[in-house]
Every structure is written in structure tokens, then in C-alpha cells.
């Protein structure tokens, strides 16, 4: 098809604003989908995306459809709305020159519009407001325009009023999305260059491979070279999903595909490289993708019926369809081998852990998440470091830098004390505050990361009764009192419960961890003693018994001295086997380190 009937857009939410109901109801409207397959999240195909209701892979899908007359191609992304798959956000927009920016007509502007929106216009989309579910009795269309108004300076007219459920004014989105959105760029007649911005494993093809071709054209045999890691490959089979995958000849310039090349190793691609022609290569390569920062890292190692070589191949797999997620190998004395893994929030990390249980069958133990931290030395060098276990010596530290975010709360303007209180609370710096409308107001503030990450989000709900959301965004580190507080089972230090707090609020936290660990360890033929230290320094103690025999029951009669010679006898036999047992951690103690945060 000609280059200026083509339309490549995303579309772009807040969390459960419409998305995937939109995108449902635009492939009903093109006739890629009969009135009996139309159901809710057609292109969430991942069980786990169906059961909590979120998208959590951007999904491609080509639409021709008809208007005044004339074919056009429209190829569509559908992202996630949640702040952990910003990342997935990111590269759906580097495919597309167009957006779709949906906007609740209840609830208005909330944080991820912001931040979304924010991120296609740095992108240089052209941006359609679209204000979803007027039908609501809830729906304020007219102030939601002119939220969107302030938030883009578009006029509060152009923005499109549908109802992605009903179908209400969907005619209007189509002929928006091939009016108001410009053709692809690109040349024809130039080098073959297509951006990878996804891929998958399948057990029978292979990988597969997600493009956008910018430059030139793909043919199905053609031979095909990767500018990243020169890897060279024959197509085998090129296709579109239509929603269901269909497949063609040609992948011209501007248009949206997948190929496979029976490429079996998962480390033979790479997110965000470039792919040309081996007779005719491209001089250059595409921009491609910044690389993920990660924000949450957690280490995960073996469960009782997987092996480590399982564990390895089942996230090498992962990572080829979630580029966000990173890992390395390590070890811990209680846990034997596994793998540090970087991610970039909770929600993230808990998707990751779930998806190798269910699509690999690994079974997994995770040690409680930490944030990254630096380190300045006494010599000058600045170390980066992701867990408690690898911070120097005392005797080599000059300070201790944490990561600091911006947050952006949008909460209606009633709220705005319980939020600051909450802020005050968990050592915020106070930035701006910003009306949205006379009802709602943008918070922001500069939060120490670690704050942040465990449970502010639903804090946050608490304090404003479901209404309030947030946005951040990592600005950089700085430096506080901060400290490394060991833990000490049986006087030995383990590295994996370890944690990295400010120095004020370590003795609570450390006497809450092992009064919970007390809790969670069970009961041994000798006495646990559990420690809290900074340094050398004890902040908490708490001491899990023994279970003891009675040795004196067969004594009857007789001298005390024949009972006190049989309890030392005891008492030796204990104080052996405390030197040479080993205490068994289970995995919910690790999980105590979490729940102890989220307290604090």
C-alpha cells in the first residue's frame, strides 16, 4: 500500500482508562473482528494480563479499513497504562508517529495521562485527545476537556467524546486517526531499515521477530543481517497480525510486521536494533532505545523442585519478550546459587516471578527487594551498588548516597493534607503544587526511592479514598544518614536480610524484623539467638528457644545431684550441637524484610 494511506499509532492511558476496550472496538469498526469474536481484551492474549484486567505487553495489530472511498492501513499498539511498563510505553511510541490519548470522562487527567503524554510529545507524536465513557452518569466531558487543554494546549474542541463499550463515536476516532495523524516517514527506494521493538520464543518457529520497517522493503528469502550484533539470518516467513497472524510477501517502508528466520539462539537478538539487507546493508543504524534504568532488584534462587540450569533457561526466555527485566548470576550461603535480578518497579517484579512459575514451571524463592544505592570511598571512586550484601567495609566509607525521585500526585484539591502529612512523614522534599481544574491539583514532590517503592501507591488510595494517583520518575542520588543494618541468625551474618535504612529509623525497623523473624523461624534442638547490628554494634535482640527433653523424668528418688548431673549433661549436648547446627530459614522469613519495610 502507498506510503501516505498508512497510519502507525499507539494508544496511550492512564491505568484502566479504555485502552484495551478502545482498541477492541476499533477492530470491530475496521472488520478485523465479526460481532461473535468481540470480547473484552482481545489483544491481552497472556492469561495473566486477562486475569487482572491490565495490559502488561504493548500488542501490534494491522486494520484496512475504508473511508471516503479510499484503502487505508492502519496499524495499531495497544500499550499498558501501569508506571512499571513505562519502558514497554517507550518503544511502542518509537514505532509509530501518532498517538491516541485516552482520557477518563469521570475521573479526568490522572497521573500516567500526564506522563504519557508527556513522553509522545518529547517522541515528536502527533496527539489525538479522545475522552472515554461519556455514557457514564459519572462523566464530566466538558471539564475533562479542559483539564486536557492545560495539560497540552490543544484546544478543549478538537478532543473526540466516545464510549469504547458502547461505540458510541467510534466513526469520529477513525476518521481522526487518518486526518489528524500524519503518514509514516521514510524512503522506499533507500537501504533496507527496520527497528526491532519486540520479540517472543516459539518452541516450533524459533524466534520471532517484531518490526517497523522505516527504509526500503523485506521480502520473505531475503537475506537479512543485524547491524548490533551482525548476525546473519534468511527470512523464513513474513506476516502481519490482523488479529490473527496472516502471512504476506512484502513488508514495505512505514508498515508493521513480524518475521521468523529459524534463529534458535535468544541472544541472537536484541531489542531496538536495527535490521537491513545483506546485498544492499544501510550505512547507519537506527537510534534504537535507551537501555531500561532499573529501580527494584531482587535476587531469585532455586525452589525445591527446579534446578539451576532451569531457572537460567526459563529467564533467558523471559527476557527475549520483556527487555525491561535484566539478571546476573550469584550466590547465597543459605540459598545456594541464583540469579540478581533487576527490574523496574514491585508490580514488575511480582509479574516476572509469576510468569516463570506458570509459563516455564520453575519454582522460585525471591529474597525481599532493595533499591541501588552509591557508595563514595575514602579514596574518591563512587561504586554502584544493588544490594545490602555488597556494600565496602566501614573502615573505606565516606557516604552512602540513595536514589531520589520526583513524584507528581494528581488528587482532588480536599486531599492536600493527608498528602503532605504523608509526604513529611517518609522524608519528601515539597517542589510545586499545580491546579489541574477548581477540583484537581498536581502535588510534587522529591522522595527518597526507597520510600516510594514499597507501598506509598496505596498509601495513597487510603488517604484519598481511591481518588489520588502518582507518577515518578528518577532524577538522580544524593547523599543522607544512611546505614547498612546486618542480620546475625545464630551469629552468622545473613547477607540476604540484610538492609540499607536511614539512621533514624534502623532501630525500629531492625527491632520489627526479628521480632517477625522469631515468629517465622521454627523452633531447633538448640537455642537461635537473632541480632540486629549496625557495625559491631547490637540494635535488637530476640532469642528463639530450644525444644528441650525432659531428661529428669526417669529420676525418681534418689539425690538432687543425680537430676542436676543429668540437666548439664543436657546442657553441653545443646550448647555442641548450637556450635556445629545449621538454622533453616524459610522463604516467608525473607519475605519479612518487605513486610517490615512497609511498615516502617
Do not use: W
Amino acid at each position: 500500500m502507498e506510503r501516505e494511506r498508512i497510519r502507525n499509532f499507539s494508544i496511550i492511558a492512564h491505568i484502566d482508562h479504555g485502552k484495551s476496550t478502545l482498541a477492541d472496538r476499533l477492530l470491530l469498526a475496521a472488520g478485523a473482528i465479526s460481532e461473535r469474536d468481540f470480547r473484552d481484551q482481545l489483544l491481552d492474549d497472556m492469561d495473566l494480563e486477562r486475569e487482572r484486567g491490565i495490559t502488561i505487553k504493548a500488542s501490534a495489530v494491522t486494520l484496512t479499513t475504508e473511508i471516503d472511498g479510499e484503502k487505508y492501513m492502519l496499524n495499531l499498539i495497544d500499550t499498558p497504562g501501569h508506571v512499571d511498563f513505562h519502558y514497554e510505553v517507550s518503544r511502542a511510541l518509537q514505532a509509530c508517529e501518532g498517538a491516541l490519548l485516552v482520557v477518563d470522562a469521570g475521573q479526568g487527567v490522572e497521573a500516567q495521562t500526564v506522563a504519557n503524554a508527556y513522553l509522545a510529545v518529547s517522541n515528536g507524536l502527533e496527539i489525538v485527545p479522545v475522552i472515554n465513557k461519556v455514557d457514564l452518569p459519572a462523566a464530566r466531558p466538558d471539564d475533562v476537556a479542559m483539564q486536557i487543554e492545560h495539560l497540552l494546549g490543544t484546544p478543549a474542541e478538537d478532543a473526540i467524546l466516545c464510549s469504547a463499550k458502547s461505540g458510541l463515536g467510534i466513526d469520529q476516532v477513525m476518521a481522526a486517526i487518518i486526518h489528524r495523524l500524519p503518514a509514516p516517514r521514510g524512503e522506499e527506494n533507500a537501504p533496507t531499515r527496520a527497528l526491532i521493538f519486540d520479540s517472543k520464543y516459539d518452541d516450533y518457529r524459533g524466534v520471532v521477530v517484531y518490526v517497523r520497517v522505516v527504509d526500503g522493503a523485506m521480502t520473505a528469502g531475503d537475506k537479512i543481517t543485524m547491524l548490533g550484533t551482525h548476525n546473519e539470518f534468511q527470512i523464513g516467513e513474513l506476516g502481519k497480525h490482523t488479529p490473527k497472524p496472516t502471512k504476506v510477501d512484502t513488508l514495505a517502508a512505514g508498515e508493521v510486521g513480524y518475521f521468523t528466520a529459524s534463529i534458535r539462539s535468544l541472544h541472537e537478538v536484541h531489542i531496538g536494533d536495527t535490521v537491513t539487507l545483506l546485498k544492499n546493508p544501510a550505512a547507519s543504524a537506527l537510534p534504537g532505545y535507551r537501555p531500561p534504568q532499573h529501580m527494584v532488584f531482587s535476587d531469585f534462587y532455586c525452589g525445591p523442585e527446579t534446578e539451576y540450569p532451569q531457572l537460567r533457561e526459563a529467564l533467558d526466555k523471559l527476557k527475549l519478550n520483556d527487555a525491561a527485566l535484566d539478571f546476573q548470576p550469584t550466590s547465597a550461603e543459605a540459598l545456594g546459587f541464583g540469579f540478581r535480578c533487576g527490574f523496574l518497579g514491585l508490580l514488575h517484579m511480582e509479574i516476572v516471578q509469576e510468569r516463570l512459575e506458570r509459563e516455564s514451571g520453575v519454582d522460585v524463592v525471591q529474597t525481599a527487594p532493595t533499591v541501588p544505592y552509591q557508595v563514595l570511598k575514602t579514596d574518591g571512586s563512587v561504586v554502584e551498588i544493588d544490594s545490602p550484601g555488597e556494600m565496602p567495609d566501614s573502615t573505606v566509607l565516606a557516604e552512602i548516597r540513595e536514589p531520589i525521585c520526583k513524584v507528581n500526585f494528581i488528587l482532588p484539591a480536599d486531599n492536600i493534607g493527608p498528602i503532605m502529612k504523608l509526604a513529611e512523614d517518609r522524608r519528601a522534599v515539597y517542589q510545586k503544587t499545580e491546579y489541574l481544574s477548581a477540583e484537581r491539583v498536581i502535588l510534587t514532590y522529591e522522595f527518597p526511592l526507597a520510600e516510594v517503592i514499597y507501598d506509598l501507591y496505596d498509601k495513597l488510595k487510603s488517604a484519598t479514598r481511591g481518588y489520588g494517583t502518582m507518577d515518578y520518575e528518577v532524577t538522580g542520588f544524593r547523599a543522607d544518614d544512611l546505614v547498612k543494618v546486618d542480620i546475625l541468625v545464630n551469629s552468622q551474618k545473613v547477607d540476604a536480610l540484610s538492609f540499607i535504612c536511614h539512621r533514624s529509623q534502623a532501630d525500629r525497623r531492625g527491632r520489627k524484623l526479628i521480632s517477625r523473624l522469631r515468629k517465622e523461624i521454627d523452633r531447633h534442638l538448640f537455642e537461635i539467638p537473632l541480632q540486629a547490628a549496625i557495625g559491631s554494634r547490637i540494635i535488637a535482640r530476640e532469642s528463639i528457644k530450644p525444644m528441650r527433653k525432659n531428661v529428669t523424668a526417669k529420676c525418681y528418688g534418689g539425690d538432687i545431684t543425680r537430676k542436676r548431673k543429668l540437666l548439664e549433661k543436657q546442657k553441653a549436648g545443646k550448647k555442641r550441637m548450637k556450635m556445629v547446627g545449621n538454622v533453616e530459614i524459610p522463604q516467608k522469613a525473607f519475605m519479612a524484610v518487605l513486610e517490615a519495610g512497609e511498615e516502617a
